[in-house]
Every structure is written in C-alpha cells, then in structure tokens.
C-alpha cells in the first residue's frame, strides 16, 4: 500500500488497531517482539539533525535501547494525499 511488497501472513503476524483522524485504522505488521508502557516524561523531541526525522513523532531513551515514536499520522496519511495528488 505504501510501497512495501505484499508477505504472507505467517504465526507472528499482527495487527494493530489505531485511531487517526477520527478513524479507525487497522495495521498489519509481520510480529511484535514487545508491548510496553513509556512514561509521558521520557519523551524527547527529534534533534534536527536526524534524518527523516520528519516522520518520527519523538525518541525515548530506554533501559533496553532507544525507542522511536513514528508519527504515523505523517506516514499514513502524508503518503496517501502526495500519492493522491500524483494521480
């Protein structure tokens, strides 16, 4: 759909249900290794400096590593509307 070949469904595919713009939006990913909470308070904003950092919504450092919030709202819907207008 956004330019990712088609993978067949397999035991560790997942889906995840989310609400956009008051919709809502199922996703299917190909497996989830983990599902935490992250405290409002180790949120980050991105540094300038990273690249794409225009679809990631913010950063959060982790005891296991760093984790990357993406902003999907930019990657759902700014991909569809460019890809609209392309048309």
């Known amino acids: ?6 993978v ?7 889906f995840i249900i989310i609400r956009l713009r008051e919709q ?3 996703l ?3 497996a989830v ?8 308070t180790t949120l980050k904003e991105v540094p300038k400096t990273t690249i794409q950092a225009n679809y990631i919504r ?5 005891e296991t590593g760093l984790l990357i919030v993406l ?3 930019k990657i ?7 890809g609209q207008e392309a048309l």
């Open 33 to 40: 290794s983990e599902v935490f909470l992250v405290s409002v």
């Open 76 to 82: 759902l819907f700014e991909t569809t509307e460019q």
């Open 24 to 26: 809502i939006i199922g």
């Open 71 to 73: 902003d999907l709202e």
């Open 58 to 62: 913010c950063i959060s450092k982790q």
């Open 1 to 6: 759909w956004i330019g990712f070949p088609e």
């Open 28 to 30: 299917v990913v190909d």
């Open 8 to 14: 067949p469904y397999t035991r560790s595919t997942r």
